[in-house]
T-cell receptor
Framework: KAGVTQTPRYLIKTRGQQVTLSCSPI?????VSWYQQTPGQGLQFLFE???????NKGNFPGRFSGRQFSNSRSEMNVSTLELGDSALYLC??????????????FGPGTRLTVL | QKEVEQNSGPLSVPEGAIASLNCTYS??????FFWYRQYSGKSPELIMS????GDKEDGRFTAQLNKASQYVSLLIRDSQPSDSATYLC????????????FGKGTMLLVSP
């Protein structure tokens, strides 16, 4: 079974621009979660989508948004980029209906650099 | 604020030794716990999950959970240089949601 895929793998943007990242989950998985990883803060939860609905949201500003399509693929968007948005953005997929035992599998990540 | 705490390390062990990685969490009602391994420049890779008190073994890895003490650990037996990585402890604090809270990870260095 193919794993989680993320595109693009690397991005360089300048302050003020916006960016869209894409994630395709494992076949059959309906939940997609997004995380931001930085050296200082570690892995932080951004949001989770399940069946095209945002099910949970972390403590990030409104510049960070996402959506999920009917085929479970998900995109996240960051508008008005700031230098501090430079990070590894990770997408994780899971079945989404296993309750607390739901297991997440990570994609390779998108490395975003904001200049 | 629900938190997951790990010693950042590095934890240095010689090849063949047992590496012991520890994690504490803040919410007594948490139900599911995960260990991920992350090599430098790569994404996290699931090692094990554990949901009940006690030990769970998978090959050279053993996860231990003590909910009363809010403590979860990972033992790596016969450590190999290829085990050198950052180990992330993750807790699902919210039942019904696929949301993980991660510790900042412990770097493990296994010397030949």
């Amino acid at each position: 079974k193919a794993g989680v895929t993320q595109t693009p793998r690397y991005l360089i943007k300048t302050r003020g621009q916006q960016v869209t990242l894409s994630c395709s989950p494992i076949s059959g998985h309906r939940s997609v979660s997004w995380y931001q990883q930085t050296p200082g803060q570690g892995l932080q939860f951004l949001f989770e989508y399940f069946s095209e609905t945002q099910r949970n949201k972390g403590n990030f500003p409104g510049r960070f948004s996402g959506r999920q399509f009917s085929n479970s693929r998900s995109e996240m968007n960051v508008s008005t980029l700031e230098l501090g948005d430079s990070a590894l953005y990770l997408c994780a997929s899971s079945i989404g209906t296993s309750g607390s035992s739901d297991t997440q599998y990570f994609g390779p990540g998108t490395r975003l650099t904001v200049l | 604020q629900k938190e997951v705490e790990q010693n950042s390390g590095p934890l240095s062990v010689p090849e063949g030794a047992i590496a012991s990685l520890n994690c504490t969490y803040s919410d007594r009602v948490s139900q599911s716990f995960f260990w991920y391994r992350q090599y430098s420049g790569k994404s996290p890779e699931l090692i094990m999950s554990i949901y009940s008190n006690g030990d769970k073994e998978d090959g050279r890895f053993t996860a231990q959970l003590n909910k009363a003490s809010q403590y979860v650990s990972l033992l790596i037996r016969d450590s190999q240089p290829s085990d050198s990585a950052t180990y992330l402890c993750a807790v699902n604090f919210i039942s019904g949601y696929s949301t993980l809270t991660f510790g900042k990870g412990t770097m493990l260095l296994v010397s030949p």
